[in-house]
């Protein structure tokens, strides 16, 4: 069926001005008086809708006129510009047929839904303003991601969902299983038999591709994984999910300048895609969800972040703790509120924090030479906080080994990462993105729940 | 740390001949006379390696010469053409410096190792020849992929993998749950009590994320998803893993012919752009994996698919039961036997076989009017058999609601489905593409499990 879009008709003007062209689409309002009347048209394919004008010369006049918000239909017409009009175009219909009418009692009406309600029909909520910009741009945003690591010759590398190793010990996991829980098997000790099981052991969704990660780049120099990633922990905020996407970039032959490096120019040339390929949906964000959306990203895009020792905010930061709720001290993680201030109030700009604690990071960051602190970054951003963590990983086999046995960690269940650090071990670095965070840093939307089609979080897992 | 990787020596030698530059990477061989010595080097961005002469005013020639395979160097040095000899240029080196050396057990050496006992070491066999090549391929498909419905303007949705229905009956689901099995909680009648499992419900991986794909196609006209996707079947074959990828593309104001118009160009666009980016990887398969795969491949780019009805399909084949192990009769489904037979003895390029009886095929199919046949499409290709499945889906209220009682599917637990016929329906349609086995038909190998970085397969999860 060849319609024409309104994406083409917005971009493309002066090609179908006064062309007889087809349209299809979903109504979003209709309004008639006796001899003619006006339909607002939108076909997902863009931000704005179109004016379509039919008239009583029709057969099928007053089905029109009839017609529900959401009824879709095909209208055949000429293109006209509308210079004296709000619009900048219309079309004078000849044919308007209707292609699947909408029931009177569908949920979404004309006026304003709050996003509480909308979070109830998932399935419907993208045909809104809101979620029709936040869920175009979010595609945007992923493949912004996936140009911008392609074109720098990154391999993308599918790391396994279900996972036999809780390797980073960065979460709760969701058990994965085929095994019929109304009829568990019991060894002869009594305890679970996950030889029976499908994968013959216990195996949990990923909480992190990166050990995997690790493996690739030292293969290939540079990779990125981008997918799902699981967390069961029963907290219900409006940041955190039980499944969300996230993005790992691993490279080989570089340092934590390195990795900082290429996390600023990764945000920044989202930033700029989005603000390129999406400039409707973002005025909405700037003028609907945050003011000053806008000229914070175009100020992100115009600033070097900032760089800061752990150490250094501490000192920063105790000078203010009458205004935390948790004060700090050194050795303390930073909670939200302190990454909010760092970045908003002291640097008011991007800032990465760096050379933490070991005692409060993964057991394969680089240890400094220090032996206090390690070779990790948070980038904070404005409004969110940390919305990056990597770190230079420890390429030495036998310091590794030593931070393992300290941690009490298995080291036959990290076999094959020693072997990283065994066979031809390079200095590297890496980080994690998460993407829902990225989205929500982008479109100034609140509510994790709201940037994900179909969100799963505790006691919620619908559609 | 700025290095020249060996891609831009290959691609852009002019730039970089008689100038010093330093290069990182893995060492495939050395050898040494008593004045100077070769090492080939790989980094991990090119297929090709590069040859390094090293000589003995070096303070470590010994060091180097000693070097074993797997070792991570850098060397700062000159690149000079080398017209007489079979590499295209080297770098005579003024330092090499050892990054991280290779353990003597290195299980990698220079002879040519089986692909079983690579599929052990899944952490290292990315550094062979052929997984460099598989996993630079399959990583240039998914961004292929990608940018043929980004350029396109189909939005990119993330449907669930976690999901609270075994909506498509597609297959064995795997249980996702945070309940303890070793105490599983029981109602007061005896039954697993799920209200205490994380989502207050029985929750398993998503077997397809169609059905959330078309809520969206409803809203934004053409979507595809591009994600991963299980399936807990006990069947140990070489085309078949436990978790896959896929991609679900749905669009609306589309019928059967508008989805197989599209299938075939993405096709196309994927095998053109795999060509284009990696011509190094794709000889390769063509010499060493696949003898043929390149003419395939080009017929493929330079013919229009063949199309046919599954009642004229079964009729060729009929005249030909005694070629096959399972004898089709119409109302069979079609075995890879029987798809092979058509695409490669029958139409020798890829073959659209549509309307199948209904009795085979999901019940949210589009009907026929002869009341007998869906609107499905499978797609067939030489090698494989079926590689994509699709169909116009049933956009009748009325008609679906009836097929899906036929079938005793609640329809309470598809309101959400149903919705989309009430409230705006369009004629829509999608398929589904095996990632794998895309992966798998443009590489020429034949086991899943090596076109997967970290394969699942039963009785198998490992790293």
């Not at 996003?115 to 109830?120: D, G, N, Q, V």
């Not at 990923?206 to 990125?224: D, M």
């Not at 219900?236 to 999910?241: D, F, G, I, M, Y």
């Amino acid at each position: 069926m060849k319609l024409t879009t309104i994406r083409e008709i917005y971009k493309d003007r002066d090609t179908y001005l006064d062309q007889e062209i087809s349209v299809g689409g979903w109504i979003r309002s209709v309004r008639d008086s006796k001899t003619f009347g006006f339909i607002v048209l939108h076909d997902g394919t863009f931000f704005e809708t179109l004016q379509i004008v039919y008239h009583d010369k029709m057969d099928n006049f007053s089905e029109i006129s009839k017609l529900n918000v959401g009824a879709a239909v095909i209208v055949k017409g000429r293109l006209v510009a509308t210079p004296q009009a709000k619009q900048p175009f219309e079309i004078q219909a000849d044919e308007v047929t209707v292609e699947g009418a909408s029931a009177p009692d569908y949920p979404l009406q004309k006026k304003r839904h709050s996003l509480e309600y909308l979070r109830t029909i998932t399935h419907l909520r993208p045909r809104t303003n809101t979620f029709q910009a936040v869920f175009r741009v979010r595609s945007l945003i992923a493949y912004a991601i996936h140009r911008f690591f392609q074109d720098r010759g990154f391999v993308y590398v599918h790391t396994p969902l279900i996972t036999g190793s809780d390797c980073e010990g960065a979460g709760e996991m969701f058990r994965v299983t085929t095994l019929d829980l109304d009829q568990i098997p019991k060894t002869e000790e009594g305890a679970v038999d996950y030889a029976r099981d499908f994968f013959g052991k216990e195996t949990n969704l990923t909480v992190s591709g990166q050990l995997n990660g690790e493996t690739y780049a030292q293969a290939f120099r540079n990779i990125y994984t981008f997918g799902p990633t699981f967390r069961a922990e029963n907290s219900n905020t409006t940041r955190h999910a039980a499944e969300f996407w996230m993005i790992e970039p691993e490279i080989t032959f570089a340092d934590l300048e390195d990795n900082m490096d290429l996390a600023e120019s990764m945000l920044k040339y989202v930033i700029q895609y989005v603000l390129e390929q999406a400039p409707e949906e973002m005025n909405f964000f700037n003028s609907f969800v945050d003011k000053g959306l806008l000229d914070r990203l175009n100020h992100v895009l115009n600033s070097e972040f900032g760089h800061v020792t752990y150490t250094e905010a501490i000192e920063i930061l105790e000078k203010n703790n009458e205004k935390f709720e948790y004060k700090v001290s050194w050795g303390v993680d930073l909670q939200t509120e302190h990454e909010r201030y760092l970045t908003e109030e002291v640097f008011k700009r991007p800032v990465f924090v760096t050379d933490y604690p070991k005692e409060i990071k993964a057991f394969y960051m680089k240890l400094n030479e220090d032996g206090k602190t390690v070779a990790a970054m948070d980038c904070l951003v404005p409004g969110i906080g940390e919305i990056i963590g990597g770190s230079q990983r420890e390429d030495d086999y036998d310091k590794l080994l030593g931070r393992m046995a300290e941690l009490n960690l298995n080291a036959e269940d990290y076999a094959f990462y020693l072997d990283l650090r065994k066979y031809g071990s390079t200095r590297h670095a890496g980080f994690g993105l998460g993407f829902e965070r990225c989205v929500m840093y982008l479109t100034g939307m609140s509510n994790i729940r709201d940037v994900i089609p179909f969100p799963r979080t505790v006691n919620n897992c619908e559609l």
